[in-house]
T-cell receptor, first 114, second 112 residues
């Protein structure tokens, strides 16, 4: 157990819908990163939030957006869902300034788009 | 060319054997490299970090880094059935090297 929690565990949506995924970071961690992991692939970096500001983004379209709250929990929002958005969505938290390998992954949310 | 390349496998080894997992990367400026283990349906967990050329040992695991050849490997000695998982090679990238870039993973099965 890493102390990072995500909800929901599983989610089924249809194409064109919108979805919100949630992440609670480990106590003391003010940085949250989101990753998308398609079946049979490694995780791909979506974006990172530090103290409520986005401070890094991967190669994902604007319909992927996020928020970080004062308690450092975070949301990932995906609009206009496409079939290819079906994946495991992982969040990871760490302390700001800490190196990349100190981040802890949550259990993930499995999103299926039909 | 992908930034991080791994043989997708699957790789099967008998119990007690050495499992060898390999990874190459394209960015010569990369400084930090990691191996994650991911059991089916679970999230990745860090098993090794390596920053300098050479070998780094931790229990049954040895990570090897060769920056000149842009090559990272992971050796698992005395493989156990519980080592059966997907192994992900990753490097730190992006602004201040705070994000991880992963390979597609190698699926390892250790046969009893």
């Amino acid at each position: 157990e890493t102390g990072v929690t995500q909800s929901p565990t599983h989610l089924i949506k249809t194409r064109g819908q919108q979805v919100t995924l949630r992440c609670s970071s480990q106590s003391g961690h003010n940085t949250v990163s989101w990753y998308q992991q398609a079946l049979g692939q490694g995780p791909q970096f979506i974006f990172q939030y530090y103290r409520e500001e986005e401070n890094g983004r991967g190669n994902f379209p604007p319909r992927f957006s996020g928020l970080q709250f004062p308690n450092y929990s975070s949301e990932l929002n995906v609009n206009a869902l496409e079939l290819d958005d079906s994946a495991l969505y992982l969040c990871a938290s760490r302390s700001g300034g800490a190196p990349a390998d100190t981040q802890y992954f949550g259990p993930g949310t499995r999103l299926t788009v039909l | 060319q992908k930034e991080v390349e791994q043989n997708s496998g699957p790789l099967s080894v008998p119990e007690g054997a050495i499992a060898s997992l390999n990874c190459t990367y394209s960015d010569r400026g990369s400084q930090s490299f990691f191996w994650y283990r991911q059991y089916s349906g679970k999230s990745p967990e860090l098993i090794m970090s390596i920053y300098s050329n050479g070998d780094k040992e931790d229990g049954r695991f040895t990570a090897q880094l060769n920056k000149a050849s842009q090559y990272v490997s992971l050796l698992i000695r005395d493989s156990q059935p519980s080592d059966s998982a997907t192994y992900l090679c990753a490097l730190a990238s992006g602004r201040a090297a705070r994000q991880l870039t992963f390979g597609s993973g190698t699926q390892l099965t250790v046969l009893p």
